[in-house]
């Protein structure tokens, strides 16, 4: 199989632009940048978000040895506390607030890792993704929640929710852009998909603002905009990925991301199950099931050749990955 070119650099832009417009610009794309994480808290919290919310929040719920042992479990298995509010929220505190929890795998490990070629891999199909609620009447209930349930996928916390959710960074606090190119998406989106769009403080990577969290798929899509929230929201719900739009599957490293989406785009399969990291073998090929094939993915990766400033990050000069082979395995 051929190898899949590198995108054109693009010009330089002047430093009045945010992040996000300057990455764009840039031509730096979103794929192989998704945030390592496998499971989910999510803590719903309708107020204005500082900065360092999260951590206020959970440091008022939680006492301290709960919050090491958090801490622990998102080193150990990807488990990432999020807070989250309802697109177009009134700020107030609610009667009872929600939790949801979930993942997308019940076996352990590494954050990111996929296992050595022909093993098990972290990396599950339909039965290895959940997504349960629960309603808390305070959130001090939270010391009481069963964390490394949520973590290695136990589950059993609270009731199933079916279909997809979607997380949308409006974190406006931690980078103007999430709050300037999220909102609109939420606001989309949750027109889209009614009742199942939340607002979520920061999933890492504002550049490619808007981000979206597809759950509990976990797929991380970025540079989603108002006019192709709708499109996004109708191929999850039919079990589909939008590969241009895609940053990631967060359970795997960022070079099988990358890997991973080259093989959707070459192959045209974009069911969510048709694709599958399988490893890395000893020759470094990361080798990707597509339907009933087996293909390995040789990565490169290099400066863009392009340079510019955001009023959010000061300079920059990205670097992206490359597709140097795609070879039909055995």
Request: proline share 7%.
């Amino acid at each position: 199989m051929t190898a899949v070119a590198s995108p054109p650099p693009a010009t330089a832009v002047a430093p009045a632009h945010g992040c996000a417009t300057v990455a764009r610009t840039l031509g730096e794309t979103p794929e192989g940048t998704a945030t390592p994480m496998r499971s989910w808290l999510l803590i719903e919290h309708p107020e204005a978000w500082a900065r360092d919310v999260a951590d206020r929040v959970l440091a008022r719920a939680m006492p301290r040895p709960r919050l090491r042992e958090l801490a622990e479990l998102r080193r150990r298995y990807g488990l990432r506390p999020l807070l989250v509010r309802r697109p177009g929220y009134r700020a107030g505190r609610p009667a009872r607030r929600t939790v949801l929890v979930g993942g997308v795998s019940g076996a352990g490990g590494s954050v990111g890792s996929v296992g050595s070629v022909g093993s098990v891999g972290t990396v599950g199909g339909a039965a290895g993704r959940w997504l349960e609620r629960l309603e808390l009447d305070d959130l001090r209930e939270l010391a009481d929640l069963d964390l490394a349930a949520v973590a290695t996928g136990v589950g059993g916390l609270g009731t199933p929710v079916t279909g997809a959710l979607f997380g949308v960074c409006t974190h406006g606090s931690k980078d103007m852009c999430c709050a300037t190119m999220g909102r609109p998406v939420a606001k989309a989106l949750a027109e889209a998909a009614p009742g199942r769009v939340w607002e979520t403080t920061h999933l890492g990577g504002d550049r490619f603002a808007g981000n979206v969290l597809v759950l509990p798929s976990g797929f991380l899509y970025g540079h989603v905009s108002a006019a192709t929230a709708a499109k996004l929201a109708a191929a999850s719900d039919d079990g589909r990925v939008l590969p241009e739009l895609l940053r990631g599957r967060t359970s795997v490293d960022m070079r099988t991301q990358v890997a991973e989406i080259a093989v959707r785009r070459v192959t045209g399969l974009h069911g969510v199950d048709d694709v599958e990291p399988l490893g890395t073998d000893e020759t470094g090929l990361v080798v990707v099931r597509a339907g009933g094939a087996r293909i390995g993915v040789r990565l490169g990766r290099h400066p863009l050749g392009v340079c510019g400033t955001s009023r959010c990050a000061g300079p920059t000069t990205p670097c992206g990955y490359s597709v140097d082979e795609l070879v039909d395995l055995p």
